[in-house]
């Protein structure tokens, strides 16, 4: 059974990402240092959680606002004990964690286009991944350009892509939106005048797409 420190590090999480995210970032966080949620302390805990953890999550959200909720969710681990809990419905709820976002400068108004060669090598690296439903490439003005694999139609695609572009300008200078929902997940990626939209299952690993997206970015 998980202990205190590893439900407690949980229900941080949840307040930046969703419940399966957190699950599966902390899992694969700490079997990658060969411990467990039954024997991880609260003073390794804060360390994951201020290094891998945090390297993982700052492609997704703005850095400043996520540096400051992880730090002061590693203040309150660091205080815990790793005795085994008696089971969640025992443990007092952590404080609240809030989400500062702090704006950052004005992008240009003028981006460079990706050729049309470079946006079929990001739908065919995506669409290769392992629990990759579909993929996308979305003009700023709802149009579908290129599209591969099958889940959802189009045109509700192309409404859930501008709905991202909407949240990610009201942002400020950020590059990525993530949904997590119970039946799958959605990214959208900033490409020049385009957005690449992936769509898939709830087992997909959040590592992997962005590990292609850094890789495919990289090779531009």
Known sequence: MPNEVYLRAHHGLTSLVSAKAATRLLDATLRSRRHSPENVDGELMSRLLLGPILRELESILPQDGLRHNLGGLAQQLR????????????????????????????????????????LERFVLAFAHLDHVRQVAVLRQGGEIILARGEGVDLATLARLGLLGLKLLSRSGRLHTYYLAHSRGQLFLFSLGVDTIVVVGAPELTIGAVLATYARLKEEL
């Open 79 to 118: 205080r815990l004990n790793a005795a085994p809990s008696a089971g969640a419905e025992a443990l007092p709820l952590p404080e609240a964690i809030v989400y500062f976002d702090k704006s950052a400068p004005t992008l240009p108004a003028a981006l460079p286009a990706a050729s049309e060669a470079a």
